[in-house]
């Protein structure tokens, strides 16, 4: 029997099913969701940082997060995506690139302009250059 969960990505707005015990990064890669992990998940880089939301049920940190992250990103709810397994439903604010962020507020604003309620376009530009 299946042990699935959910696991919500955020600002992506992106829910996938993944089995309990799998890591917030391999469930990004199987929703495709952009996640930058430098060293492709060995948990030397750092750069696989997520905020998890604090009703999220995760494994507790391990000896590799405890050495990237202070007590105080922490204590804030940041993993290592690459490290921490998903034990029960999770939500998981991935910080955007500011140059990303950029991009998406003016294609908001555009958006705005025009009164286009249809943003599938620029959505799927984000999310094309979200899965490179
Ligand atoms: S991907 Fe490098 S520490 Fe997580």
Do not use: W, Y
Request: charged share 30%; aromatic share 2%.
């Amino acid at each position: 029997m299946s042990d699935k969960v959910a696991i919500r990505f955020q600002p992506q707005r992106a829910e996938i099913a993944v089995e309990r015990g799998q890591t917030v990064l391999e469930a990004a890669r199987i929703g495709k969701v952009g996640l930058t992990h430098k060293c492709g998940g060995h948990g030397t880089c750092g750069t696989c940082k997520v905020q998890v939301d604090s009703k999220t049920e995760l494994e507790t940190p391990t000896k590799v997060e405890l050495r990237h992250l202070s007590e105080h990103r922490l204590a804030a709810g940041f993993r290592l995506a690459c490290q921490c397994k998903i034990t029960g439903p999770a939500t998981v604010l991935v910080p955007e690139d500011p140059l990303r962020r950029v991009v998406r507020e003016l294609l908001e604003a555009q958006r705005q302009e025009r009164g286009d309620t249809d943003s599938q376009f620029e959505d799927g530009c984000l999310e094309a250059a979200d899965a490179e």
